[in-house]
Every structure is written in structure tokens, then in C-alpha cells.
Antibody, heavy 121, light 110 residues
Framework: QVQLQESGPGLVKPSQTLSLTCTVS??????????WSWIRQPAGKGLEWIGR???????KYDPSLKSRVTISVDTSKNHFSLKLSSVTAADTAVYYC?????????????WGQGALVTVSS | QSALTQPASVSGSPGQSITISCTGT?????????VSWYQKHPGIAPKLIIH???NRPSGVSNRFSGSKSGNTASLTISGLQAEDEADYYC??????????FGGGTKLTVL
């Protein structure tokens, strides 16, 4: 059974960089069959896809966040990471990592439990 | 790109059926058979309940079914149960190779 777990600071100051890591267990992040994705949900709002990475390091980001987002992968540690720069209060959200099908189906079948990140001074 | 359009809320009584719509464009919902649906209870990670418009993952109740016509996809829940009360989100693959979500629909079981 694949499991994902987010980790990282729960509080980030405005203008700084948010950093989260997602550790994958029960499966290899090097699999050819999946992307590894980040999604967020601000309080009281809907889900927002942030972006994805493939085992090769190839990435795709949502256009609205592209200028501030970096997703990277460390296959030796079986984890992938999210960096979001120049954060504001609008970036306060629960951040989820998830496994995304590599086919164009783009469905997210395994999710982490979520990590609340608050942007505040 | 804009979020897919879902009704803010729907409701139904136990045993009834409800349908949640998800409207996009020809660049996402209408252009591909790659619509997914997720069930989200408060404080719990989303759960995939439908992918590729109509397919249910193993373990998901057959009370959940999906369909699509043109630019609008639909999720139908039959035989409503109290535990179905949750938020439901659709998502679609897009022509830009991104994923776009709907705004979410709150289902209330009366």
C-alpha cells in the first residue's frame, strides 16, 4: 500500500519561501507509471493543483503559480519537494502531495494527509 | 485557466439519488475523457472515487457513477447514505497538460 507523508514548517513569514517534502513509502518514486504532484486547499476554498514532477525530473506547473514554484525529486530518498517563493497570506493552505497517473488520465489515486502551512509574521 | 464549474451545494434524503454537474470547456472536460471525481470529508485527504469519466477504483461503492456529455461531466450517487455527506470535487486533464479542479460541491444528506 502506497503511503505519502508531507513534512515541513507549519509557519512561514511573508516574502519568504515555503518548503515542503513528501516522503513516499510502499512504492518507488522512480516508477515509470506515475507523476508526483502537489495540490493545496486554502481554508474554505476548493482544491488547487500546483504542479507535478516525473522521476526523470521533468516538471509541469500551474500557470498561475509557475513563476514562484519549484518541484524537485530525490530518488535516493524516495521523496519529492515543493518550494514556493515570495509567499503571502493568500498562500496559507493545507498542502497535499499525491501520486498522479502518468497516462493523460491525470487522476490522483494516493494522497498524503495534508500539511497546514500558515503565512504570517 | 479557469476552474471547472460545479454547483455550490446539493442535498438529498437517504435512499435517494443525486447528481452533481461539472462544466468545463472543449479544452478540458469536453476535449478528453479524463475527468475524475474526489470525495473529501473535513480534515481528511481527498479520496478518488471516479476516474476517466466512468471508472471506479477498486473498493469504491457502485453507488457512485460518472458520465459526460459535451463539456459537462456528472457524478451520480444512488441510494444516498449518511456517510456520503462530504464535499465533492471534479477534475480534468487539460490541453496544456495541466490538471484543473472544480470549485467543489457540498453534499448534504437530509
Amino acid at each position: 500500500q502506497v503511503q505519502l507523508q508531507e513534512s515541513g514548517p507549519g509557519l512561514v513569514k511573508p516574502s519568504q519561501t515555503l518548503s515542503l517534502t513528501c516522503t513516499v513509502s510502499g512504492g518507488s518514486i522512480s516508477s515509470d507509471d506515475y507523476y508526483w504532484s502537489w495540490i493545496r486547499q486554502p481554508a474554505g476554498k476548493g482544491l488547487e493543483w500546483i504542479g507535478r514532477i516525473y522521476t526523470s525530473g521533468s516538471t509541469k506547473y500551474d500557470p498561475s503559480l509557475k513563476s514562484r514554484v519549484t518541484i524537485s525529486v530525490d530518488t535516493s530518498k524516495n521523496h519529492f519537494s515543493l518550494k514556493l517563493s515570495s509567499v503571502t497570506a493568500a498562500d496559507t493552505a493545507v498542502y497535499y502531495c499525491a501520486r498522479e497517473s502518468y497516462s493523460s488520465s491525470s487522476y490522483l489515486d494516493y494522497w498524503g494527509q495534508g500539511a497546514l502551512v500558515t503565512v504570517s509574521s | 485557466q479557469s476552474a471547472l464549474t460545479q454547483p455550490a451545494s446539493v442535498s438529498g434524503s437517504p435512499g435517494q439519488s443525486i447528481t452533481i454537474s461539472c462544466t468545463g470547456t472543449s479544452s478540458d472536460v469536453g476535449g478528453y475523457n479524463y475527468v475524475s471525481w474526489y470525495q473529501k470529508h473535513p480534515g481528511i485527504a481527498p479520496k478518488l472515487i471516479i476516474h476517466d469519466v466512468t471508472n471506479r477504483p477498486s473498493g469504491v461503492s457502485n453507488r457512485f457513477s460518472g458520465s459526460k456529455s459535451g463539456n459537462t461531466a456528472s457524478l451520480t450517487i444512488s441510494g444516498l447514505q449518511a456517510e456520503d455527506e462530504a464535499d465533492y470535487y471534479c477534475s480534468s486533464y487539460t490541453g496544456s497538460s495541466n490538471v484543473v479542479f472544480g470549485g467543489g460541491t457540498k453534499l448534504t444528506v437530509l
